[in-house]
């Protein structure tokens, strides 16, 4: 079985950039996609990136995804801070035998 | 537009069975692209796999669950439900259905259902 390590928190200001890793603990991170998802209070999580470095339609292009596999981690930047990107964010990977959520970090938006 | 819906008791009892249905709408559960799957959450947690199903019904359960848990479909109601046996407190959650493509992509998601365990 393999892990996906989150920070457990990040904060930064509107306006500013903030990138979020996930590291995977064995295995390699390019061998099969990774996901990140928001969660705000009281709802099911959405989907802001797929297949690595996808957007889903309506997901602003603020939000981008990459892997690094010189690190074995992926990575979320949002640029362009808003208020409203305050929430809990998670990668999500898997293997043959495997599915992984990360931990989730909380971010903050000061 | 896909939508899917957990529906079952909001209470269960320590040592009982938790089980839970999910109706899918705008979607054939029967189709070859798609795993049906039951993720949870603990209040104030993170979000923890608990296992799915393909429709020929071959399954995924997270391996320390796996001795408690089962997923099965029903074609003809369009639902896949889940059972989980000798729940204790530890397994009070928000339960979500969801769809995972063949990429690992969860695409739709259920509103969640709150889970409490109590005697």
């Known amino acids: 079985n393999f892990m996906l390590t989150q920070p457990h928190s990040v904060s930064e200001s509107p306006g500013k950039t903030v990138t979020i890793s996930c590291t995977r603990s064995?295995?390699?991170?390019?061998?099969?996609?990774v996901q990140w998802y928001q969660q705000r209070p009281g709802s099911s999580p959405t989907t802001v990136i797929y297949?690595?470095?996808?957007?889903p339609s309506g997901v602003p292009d603020r939000f981008s995804g990459s892997i690094d596999s010189s690190s074995n981690s992926a990575s979320l930047t949002i640029s362009g801070l808003k208020t409203e990107d305050e929430a809990d964010y998670y990668c999500?990977?898997?293997?043959?035998?495997?599915?992984?959520f990360g931990g989730g970090t909380k971010l903050t938006v000061l | 537009q896909v939508q899917l819906q957990e529906s079952g008791p909001g209470l269960v009892r320590p040592s009982q069975t938790l089980s839970l249905a999910c109706t899918v709408s705008g979607g054939s559960i029967s189709s070859a692209d798609y795993y049906w799957c039951w993720i949870r959450q603990p209040p104030g947690k993170g979000l923890e796999w608990v296992g799915y199903?393909?429709?020929?019904?071959?399954?995924y359960y997270n391996p320390s669950l796996k001795s408690r848990v089962t997923i099965s479909v029903d074609m003809s109601k369009n639902q896949f439900a889940l059972n989980l046996t000798s729940v204790t407190a530890a397994d009070t959650a928000v339960y979500y259905c969801?769809?995972?493509?063949?990429?690992?992509?969860?695409?739709?998601w259920g509103q969640g259902a709150l889970v409490t365990v109590s005697s």
């Open positions: 199903i393909y429709y020929t019904g071959s399954t």
């Open positions: 999500q990977s898997y293997d043959t035998n495997n599915e992984v």
């Open positions: 969801a769809r995972e493509d063949s990429s690992g992509w969860i695409d739709y």
């Open positions: 064995s295995g390699s991170i390019a061998s099969n996609y």
């Open positions: 297949e690595d470095n996808q957007r």
